[in-house]
């Protein structure tokens, strides 16, 4: 039987592409460098809470502690639970199943679609009370011109002068459309991958059914405050944002540093405002469980505390082994990175930031007693980390011109026929 070599010549392939464009890649692998985004970070392992407090009543009775100390060391629900008292049935939990996501608590914590607007108060606002003028951007809006951030090759941030306010927002998605791609090599030549994975294994059909990447989204955050010159620390663990910034009259920006899991950037700055960007992925790895969890000189991946009213909270809390690791994974994450902020900056990452898993509007400082002008994204410059590959245009000009590199890159990597992903099956005839 003939040995088939079209995978094995497909990598070979693959493999000379990516060195000619400067990239190391494995394709047997699939590893894709450092410059790429990294959203996936809840993966569970399981524990055992329930089964691990009974050992610990048996190992502190075995060490003399005595029963009725060891006993007592115990939660009351969990006493209840392994003793059978009735009254553990009435203070349980409801069952994970039946605890929904809703619009506005997801399971990772609080979603602001516009017109809310996320802010230091318990309750959100609303667009019309803190903005006027507004023109939200679309995918089809029409920019200047775009400057590239150079990457910090340090994982260190300019340290706040004395006179200087360190504020800050942390999430995860921004929820208004960019008029803007842009992404690396080294993420094309990974979705290729993928999409040769996909195709080959049966997951989608065709090529074409596979998304490309790059697509950005804004968020505007509005700063009232004036007590000092202000020093942003805008931070997000999702795809690529440009961080729109309307500024009340009098606020004086003096720094924003961007910490980013992609290619971020922002709009409307002030002269003399400085910039600088660190790219998570060219200083730490994918989030692996438990890889978060220790404090090192440079944890700069943004995670979020996690809070008792997040749906992933009362989840874990009702039993679900899948919510408690991932809790567990925002919590000691969040530790780990508040560590390296803290000896960055010299204040906690929770010091006058707002915090969401997604918002389209985030307000900084008190509610203005007279609507901030919008600073709409229209004929303005977008300062964004450099990387490869930067599309402008309307949606459907960007998207086609993504599209045809990408198709461009895999046409070249499979030997110029793209049926050859998933060729039609062989019949065999017996006689």
């Avoid at 400067?22 to 993966?43: I, L, M, Q, W």
């Avoid at 944890?299 to 899948?322: C, F, H, N, Q, Y």
């Amino acid at each position: 039987m003939t040995e088939d070599r079209r995978q094995e010549d497909f990598a070979q392939r693959l493999s000379r592409i990516s060195r000619e464009r400067g990239d190391e890649v494995d394709p047997t692998t699939g590893g894709t460098g450092h410059d790429k985004s990294d959203f996936d970070y809840n993966a569970p392992i399981e524990s055992h809470p329930v089964r691990n407090s009974i050992i610990w009543v048996v190992i502190l009775a075995a060490l003399g502690t005595g029963g009725y100390f060891g006993w007592g060391m115990l939660p009351q629900d969990l006493r209840d639970l392994i003793s059978g008292n009735e009254s553990a049935e009435a203070s349980a939990p409801a069952s994970p199943e039946d605890i929904a996501e809703t619009g506005a608590m997801s399971n990772q914590g609080p979603v602001y679609a516009s017109p809310l607007i996320a802010h230091a108060g318990d309750t959100p606002l609303n667009l019309d009370n803190v903005l006027t003028q507004v023109s939200l951007p679309t995918g089809d809006t029409s920019i200047a011109n775009v400057i590239p951030i150079a990457r910090n090759g340090d994982c260190t941030l300019r340290t706040p002068a004395a006179d200087e306010k360190v504020m800050g927002v942390r999430i995860e998605n921004a929820l208004l459309p960019a008029p803007l791609h842009s992404f690396s090599d080294r993420q094309l030549t990974g979705r290729v991958l993928e999409n040769i994975e996909a195709v080959t294994q049966g997951k989608v059909e065709t090529v074409a059914q596979m998304d490309t990447q790059g697509q950005k989204t804004s968020l505007d955050v509005v700063l009232t405050d004036t007590s000092a010159p202000l020093y942003l620390v805008l931070q997000n663990m999702g795809p690529g944002i440009v961080w729109n910034l309307h500024a009340a009259p009098d606020v004086q920006i003096a720094h924003v540093a961007i910490i980013s899991s992609d290619f971020s950037g922002v709009a409307n700055i002030q002269q003399d405002t400085t910039i600088e960007a660190l790219l998570v992925s060219d200083f730490i790895g994918p989030h692996q469980y438990g890889a978060d969890d220790t404090p090192r000189a440079c944890m700069i991946r943004p995670w979020r505390a996690a809070e008792a009213d997040w749906i992933g909270s009362l989840k874990s809390a009702a039993g679900s082994l899948v919510y408690q690791n991932q809790m567990y994974s925002y919590t000691k994450g969040y530790e780990a990175y508040n560590n390296w902020y803290t000896d960055a900056l010299g204040v906690s990452a929770a010091t006058n930031t707002v915090t969401a898993r997604d918002a389209a509007h985030v307000l900084l400082g008190a509610a203005p007693e007279t609507p901030v002008t919008y600073a709409q994204l229209a004929g303005r410059d977008i300062h964004i980390m450099e990387t490869d590959h930067l599309f402008l245009g309307d949606a459907n000009s960007r998207s086609a011109a993504v599209q045809a590199l990408h198709e461009d890159l895999l046409t070249a990597a499979v030997g110029g026929d793209l049926d050859a992903l998933n060729p039609p099956v062989l019949e065999r005839n017996s006689q």
